[in-house]
């Protein structure tokens, strides 16, 4: 359904190393950078058939995270889950809401979650969901 998602940021050299750290647990190379024709720079993350993108906003103005937005990353266990958040806390990320851990997701079942924002505000959640 998805092509790619793709996050402004303030200070691209600064998200690069961040997500060099974060998506490297994932199993995902480092980010290659890539300057479009108007000269704006980006990062590209590529992992099997998914794409996740940094960039400096085209318009010139200042990158911001959009409220009520969320980035989820799907995990391959719970405790990558738990290490997806701690590399990030690591590197300065923020921890929010609850402790990494299981929860009840209504319908979905249950899931291994954990949320935390990135250098740029933006709120990110490592997701495990078990096999029915």
Known sequence: MFSHVM?????????????DKVLGVLGAR??????????????????????FILT???NDEPADCANGMTI??????????????DVAVANGGQSIEDPPGLRDGGALGP???????DLDGHKICALHRPAA
Request: hydrophobic share 35%.
């Open 7 to 19: 996050l402004g940021t303030n200070d691209l050299d600064r998200a690069k190393a961040f997500y």
């Open 56 to 58: 400096q906003p085209i």
């Open 111 to 117: 899931l291994h979650l954990s949320y935390f924002r």
């Open 72 to 85: 989820g990353f799907a995990c391959a266990s719970p405790e990558q889950v738990k290490e997806l958040h």
């Open 30 to 51: 480092e980010g290659s950078i890539n300057v479009g024709k108007g000269g704006h720079h980006r990062v590209f993350y590529m992992h099997g058939q998914n794409i």
